[in-house]
Structure formats: C-alpha cells, structure tokens
C-alpha cells in the first residue's frame, strides 16, 4: 500500500501563483511515476501532469508553458508549480502515484481561481 499526502491548494486570482506537494509513504518500488490529474464539477477527472522516477515528463496542453512538474525522488514527493493560473485552471487537484502492482490516489486539494 501507498499513502499520499497532499499539501498547497487554494484561492488565487487569475494570473497568480500556487504550488502543490504530494508526498508518497508505504510499499514504494524503485520504478514508478508521480503526478497530477484534477476534476472540475460535472467533469471527467483529466491529467494535468506526470513525472517518472527517471525525470521524463508529460504534461496535459492545457498547462503546458505555465506548470511545472518536479520530484524529490529521497523524499518521494511530488511538486507542482503552477503559474499564470486561469479561472479554468478551478478544480479539486487529485495526486497520482503510479508502480507495479497499483496506481493509487491522494484524497484531492481544492485550487480555485478567481477572475
């Protein structure tokens, strides 16, 4: 089992700033991956964005120029740095933890921009 604390949401007007950070305990493999989705009422939960072990990213179009994934692979946390933020960047921000064996989720984190 894996457990996955989240940390960093909250309100910010539109062109503001906020950082997340999701921290990973339990049963961690060597090879996995980290990252992001986020769930706007009445919509599909989506990626926002993931990093692997080994650094490789991906990020949804959406953010791409504006947010940035980041890992402390000793501390098994994840970071999301997000810029520029746009009201349609509001939604609760789900961390995903991805290894052999499970995929496994944090418990989410509001973020909500105003315009």
């Known amino acids: 089992q894996v457990q996955l604390v989240e940390s960093g949401g909250g309100l910010v007007q539109a062109g503001g700033s906020l950082r997340l950070s999701c921290a990973a305990s339990?049963?961690?493999?060597?090879?996995?991956?980290m990252g992001w989705y986020r769930q706007a009422p009445g919509q599909q939960r989506d990626l926002v964005a993931l990093i692997t072990r080994a650094g490789t990213t991906n990020y949804a179009d959406s953010v791409k120029g504006r947010f940035t994934i980041s890992r402390d692979n000793a501390k098994n946390t994840v970071y999301l740095q997000m810029n520029s933020l746009k009201p349609e960047d509001t939604a609760v921000y789900y961390c995903n933890f991805q290894q052999r064996g499970g995929t496994y989720w944090g418990q989410g984190t509001q973020v909500t921009v105003s315009s």
């Open positions: 339990g049963s961690i493999f060597s090879f996995n991956a």
